[in-house]
T-cell receptor, first 111, second 111 residues
Framework: NAGVTQTPKFRILKIGQSMTLQCAQDMNHNYMYWYRQDPGMGLKLIYY???????DKGEVPNGYNVSRSTTEDFPLRLELAAPSQTSVYFC??????????FGQGTRLTVV | QKEVEQDPGPLSVPEGAIVSLNCTYSNSAFQYFMWYRQYSRKGPELLMYTYSSGNKEDGRFTAQVDKSSKYISLFIRDSQPSDSATYLCAMSGRNFNKFYFGSGTKLNVKP
């Protein structure tokens, strides 16, 4: 039982490149979230999903896209990387209870 | 105005001290109040949650919610070096689709 798995753990992108951050869960949770965490800024919600096929924007969705074709996977797509997207990205899941379970994070640097 | 305000610290205390961490919020629709603990380079983990106003105790930790003042607190008694981490408050409304996080308070407990 791995919980929430994020890949890759680290990545350096050049400005204008694209990439997909992967998030997979094995807890059969309906709710999934993508957050970014900048130093001293807490967690900002990028996108979230309440189930397969359903996604919605969070507080800071610009420059990102998501899809949710299965319960298990919730990839986050960056199309044209910009230095402002340098951050630590966390994927989280939640079942019917109050607790959100977070992955270990992906550290992304855009240069 | 931010949805959730939290003093970023850092807060440095000697071992055995009582620690008080606080958040204020502006949205009166928030009903679920959570505290997450985040160790360096790790994802956040749920520490405690409360529903509506009142107190909740779990070992050395006590969470308080005052909805009339839109103010929540986390108290740590007999603090230990292992408590050194960043503490994030989080809140949600009744539908629980989204969480709103504070910026986090970095705590250092010195031996």
């Amino acid at each position: 039982n791995a919980g929430v798995t994020q890949t890759p753990k680290f990545r350096i992108l050049k400005i204008g490149q694209s990439m997909t951050l992967q998030c997979a869960q094995d807890m059969n949770h309906n709710y999934m979230y993508w957050y970014r965490q900048d130093p001293g800024m807490g967690l900002k919600l990028i996108y979230y999903s309440v189930g397969a096929g359903i996604t919605d924007k969070g507080e800071v969705p610009n420059g990102y896209n998501v899809s949710r074709s299965t319960t298990e996977d919730f990839p986050l797509r960056l199309e044209l990387a910009a230095p402002s997207q340098t951050s630590v990205y966390f994927c989280a899941t939640r079942g019917l209870g109050t607790e959100a379970f977070f992955g270990q994070g992906t550290r992304l640097t855009v240069v | 105005q931010k949805e959730v305000e939290q003093d970023p610290g850092p807060l440095s205390v000697p071992e055995g001290a009582i620690v008080s961490l606080n958040c204020t919020y502006s949205n009166s629709a928030f009903q679920y109040f959570m505290w997450y603990r985040q160790y360096s380079r790790k994802g956040p983990e749920l520490l405690m949650y409360t529903y509506s106003s009142g107190n909740k105790e779990d070992g050395r930790f006590t969470a308080q919610v005052d909805k009339s003042s839109k103010y929540i607190s986390l108290f740590i008694r007999d603090s230990q070096p292992s408590d050194s981490a960043t503490y994030l408050c989080a809140m949600s409304g009744r539908n629980f689709n989204k969480f709103y996080f504070g910026s986090g308070t970095k705590l250092n407990v010195k031996p």
